[in-house]
């Protein structure tokens, strides 16, 4: 019995880097006998013994041999947590969290790998301007931010600030003191154990990021900011009232181009707002109409003002797409566009 408990001890992380690393592990289901592979940088789904499930990134995979050196004993993963936005409650970014957003933290653990239980499909979500291009269906999980502990960031801060890379037995107790007088200054920004170390992408107009479930934001093209619709409400500066702006449809002027096959849907794309959240989804249609727009720029210039089929086709789209569009579009026209407030704080003139 001993014996057992002593195989199944959880090894230290010095042990773990003292195993021979690989490159993959391989599971084999021993009822269907079906195999899977994993490998580093993997998403994975690890079932805990009371039945739940994580998600978690694989960081490092290493093998334990035998006493003899034979054959392979244990095979042990370092792995990183996603945390959900119910593991976060109390955290000062946890109202910034969507339902189905995970979190990325840094810390490192090491777990069994009989643990590891099927890969798992988290997208990645780069909120900065101007959009993502790879699109993220609705109700699938998704992370953008990676978040530390916080004492671990004073720490380091403390380490940084003084020059000295090592002496980390007193940096601890001076960095814990120091810390603790900073989160008191700081107030509200400082409740909870975590934080975001990525650039966190802020609407212009409330100094606050985009949660896709609550937030309706708007593009603007010209200052290359998403800007919420709610705060472009609340900015006083009215919607224009008859339609499509008169700068917008100078600027997408198409009359020249002569009759061609759905150029009235490649006109409503260009002219529509780009939008994400909510209803338009967590990426938002900004790759459609950058890329429309992107080929109109090119129409213009190099093809007399036709729009090629290899231009379609780097659009991504195909006859059934634009007919989707066409659809879409007549709702589109209804859609209330705003004069960009930073554009004009800069005295610039955008619509968004
Ligand atoms: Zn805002
Ligand atoms: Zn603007």
């Not at 269906?137 to 403390?158: D, M, N, V």
């Not at 339609?243 to 002569?258: C, M, N, Y």
């Not at 260009?270 to 249609?285: A, E, H, Q, S, T």
Request: proline share 5%; glycine share 8%.
């Amino acid at each position: 019995m001993p014996k057992k408990v002593k195989e199944y001890r959880i090894p230290t992380m010095d042990e773990f880097r003292a195993f021979p690393t690989s490159r993959k592990y391989i599971v084999i289901n021993q009822k269907t006998n079906d195999s899977h592979t994993f490998y580093r940088k993997d998403l994975v789904t690890v079932s805990a013994f009371n039945g739940e499930h994580w998600q978690a990134k694989i960081k490092d995979i290493r093998v334990e041999m035998n006493e003899h050196g034979e054959r392979p004993q244990n095979i042990w993963i370092m792995i990183q947590w996603f945390h959900r936005k119910a593991d976060l409650q109390g955290e000062s970014f946890h109202s910034d969290l969507a339902i189905n957003e995970l979190v990325l933290s840094i810390e490192e653990e090491i777990i069994d790998g009989s643990c590891i239980e099927s890969d798992e499909i988290i997208y990645y979500f780069d909120d900065a301007p101007p959009y993502q291009h790879q699109a993220i269906p609705q109700g699938a999980l998704f992370w953008r931010w990676t978040i530390e502990p916080k004492a671990k960031q004073q720490e380091q801060e403390e380490g940084e600030g003084k020059g000295k890379g090592k002496g980390k037995g007193k940096g601890k107790g001076k960095g814990r003191k120091k810390g603790k007088g900073k989160g008191r200054a700081k107030g509200k920004e400082d409740k909870g154990t975590y934080q975001i170390i990525n650039q966190i992408t802020n609407c212009p107009l409330c100094a606050k990021p985009y949660n896709p479930n609550c937030d309706a934001q708007r593009f603007c093209r010209f200052c290359n900011a998403w800007h919420d619709v709610l705060c472009l409400n609340a900015s006083g500066l009215a919607p224009e009232s008859d339609g499509i702006p008169a700068q917008v449809k100078r600027e997408t002027d198409l009359s020249s181009w002569g009759p061609q096959l759905y150029l009235d849907v490649f006109l409503d794309i260009l002219r529509r707002p780009i939008r994400r959240g909510k209803n338009d989804g967590i990426v938002g249609d900004g790759l459609l109409v950058s890329r429309a727009w992107e080929m109109f720029e090119e129409s213009k210039e190099s093809h007399e003002g036709r729009v090629t089929d290899t231009q379609w086709m780097y659009m991504g789209i195909n006859q059934r797409t634009l007919e989707g569009w066409r659809v879409e579009s007549t709702v589109m026209l209804e859609e209330e566009y705003y004069d960009c407030p930073t554009c004009r704080s800069q005295g610039q003139s955008g619509f968004l």
